[in-house]
């Protein structure tokens, strides 16, 4: 088992809710270490930044969002599968092979 979900990372709180140690753990397990720790570096760089500018964010997000942010980078995102968003709508995601329209 890896590290425990820190509750800091310096002045900068993480979130504690499942997800975000969901995402902690499966984030140590699959990116390799510098990955990892750009990821989590990126989540306390943006949380700061937004501290600074007096920016409202939502933490679960942003941590969820730096964890995954570079997964693209390693063989984890090489599926037949795909993530694709309509044009229509804008907003619809669907997985799977591409078969038809939404």
């Not at 969820?64 to 090489?78: E, F, K, M, P, S």
Request: aromatic share 8%; proline share 5%; charged share 20%.
């Amino acid at each position: 088992m890896g590290a425990p979900l820190p509750r800091r990372i310096g002045a900068i709180d993480v979130p504690q809710d499942a997800i975000s140690r969901a995402a902690w753990g499966w984030a140590a397990r699959a990116l390799p270490g510098y990955l990892f720790r750009h990821s989590v570096r990126s989540y306390a760089w943006g949380a700061a930044l937004a501290g600074h500018d007096g920016l409202a964010f939502e933490p679960r997000i942003l941590w969820l969002a730096a964890l995954a942010h570079d997964v693209g980078l390693t063989r984890i995102a090489r599926s037949s599968r795909c993530l694709r968003l309509c044009g229509r709508c804008g907003a619809c995601a669907s997985w799977g092979t591409v078969t038809s329209r939404v």
